[in-house]
């Protein structure tokens, strides 16, 4: 399964879905397949937790992840995936850094763990397969 940044938001600031990630997570960790999370969605997640005053999580987060603490695999962006995010983000409304999610879920035909809704018009057109959190 790939994360997108929302998902991973969602589970580090306790809201309502925390739990399905949470869940997801756990699943990830006890078949030893890791979560996939591209480089740019984890950087956003940085980012939004620095700037809400959460600094101290943010760096929290990498430790974690770089000392892989966390059932989660950082993806590097290929020049392919590059490319296919962009197309992605031409064709649809959607952030640029959630084309990133999206590009790696499409090309690892993985579903995309996510809660946001703008996602909704990739998976209509089946681009890629949304594992949603309500």
Known sequence: MVLDSWAVLAWLQGQATAPRVRRELERAEHAARPLLLSTINAGEVYYVLARSGQ????????????????PIRLVPVTATRLWDAARLKARHAIAYADAFAAALAKETRQPLLTGDREFASLEHDKTCTIAWLS
């Open 55 to 70: 600094s101290d999580r943010a760096e929290e987060f990498i430790t974690e992840l770089r000392q892989h603490r966390l």
